[in-house]
Nanobody
Framework: QLQLMESGGASVQAGGSLTLSCSAS????????MGWFRQAPGKEREGVAA???????HYLNSMNGRFTISRDNAPNTFHLQMNTLEPGDTAMYYC????????????????????WGQGTQVTVSS
């Protein structure tokens, strides 16, 4: 089990950038699959980006290259760099992790992850 804590959420203008970070405490961080998810009011939680120990990254199609996920195994953190932010990116952002090797087609599904952070708010104004 990992304990996860997000940071970096803020209010920004459209076109701006933010970097979200997720720090993990616990053993075996390098073996975990990591994901970033977001949930806007009245909408379902959706996967934004994921990275597993094979190093492959996966993104929600609509990101159009604006977001980048990365991980630092020492210390146990992973990040979401978000560029060219749009009002539609406004949501609570959550980091998640799971110790199993998640199949590629399931890496952006919330149900694939067993450890979750509390969330950090991102608000993008036009």
């Amino acid at each position: 089990q990992l304990q996860l804590m997000e940071s970096g959420g803020a209010s920004v203008q459209a076109g701006g950038s933010l970097t979200l970070s997720c720090s993990a405490s616990g053993d075996g961080f390098s073996k975990y699959c990591m994901g970033w998810f977001r949930q806007a009011p009245g909408k379902e939680r959706e996967g934004v980006a994921a990275i597993c120990r094979d190093g492959e990254t996966h993104y929600l199609n609509s990101m159009n290259g604006r977001f980048t996920i990365s991980r630092d195994n020492a210390p146990n953190t992973f990040h979401l760099q978000m560029n060219t932010l749009e009002p539609g990116d406004t949501a609570m952002y959550y980091c998640a992790a799971d110790p199993k090797f998640i199949d590629i087609w399931r890496r952006l599904l919330p149900s694939s992850y067993s450890n979750w952070g509390q969330g950090t708010q991102v608000t993008v104004s036009s």
